[in-house]
């Protein structure tokens, strides 16, 4: 249990909210880090703590994207779905990952190696298609590097195609109108 174990961290987060609620997100993350996703324990948990009920955490864990409410694979892969990045082709850029990885979004490969999520905005409108794989963006996104990314996160767990995050469109890669 959370409490029990992170007691002084939890104490510390509460500490910097004069409103208890406020530390909600927080407390979140911290119960996700432990086991990789937020468990129906861990909400009700967190609710006890906050005076809040199971559902109204539950409410704000559904909200959320980067909250998980299953274990997700080694490499969480979000792709971008906004009307930027679906003008630019993430949709195509889905359909290359669900061919490879033989799951549709919201779905783990068999090896737990792979978990294919689409979001709302990952705010990088002018590097797309992209996505976000853990904590590092690829973009300006091709079948070619798509497959690169996944051979090389197979292989040794990094890609050199990271591009951060917010990489800016490199200025030899636009075309200059004259």
Request: glycine share 6%.
């Amino acid at each position: 249990m959370l409490l029990e174990k992170y007691t002084d961290h939890i104490n510390e987060i509460l500490s910097r909210y004069p409103v208890r609620r406020s530390a909600l997100l927080p407390l979140l993350n911290l119960a996700q880090r432990e086991d990789g996703y937020v468990s129906e324990s861990a909400m009700k948990e967190i609710a006890r703590i906050l005076r809040l009920t199971p559902s109204q955490v539950y409410e704000v864990v559904t909200f959320y994207t980067m909250l998980n409410l299953k274990p997700i694979g080694k490499f969480h892969i979000q792709v971008c779905r906004s009307l930027m990045c679906a003008l630019v082709g993430s949709d195509t850029l889905v359909g290359w990952l669900q061919a490879r990885l033989g799951i549709r979004p919201r779905e783990t490969t068999p090896d737990r190696l792979f978990t294919l999520s689409t979001v709302e905005c990952l705010a990088s409108c002018g590097t797309g298609p992209m996505m976000q794989v853990n904590e590092e963006y690829y973009e300006q996104l091709t079948e070619e590097k798509v497959d690169r990314i996944l051979a090389d996160l197979k292989r040794d767990g990094t890609c050199s195609l990271k591009s951060g995050p917010f990489m800016f469109p490199q200025p030899e890669l636009q075309q200059v109108k004259r």
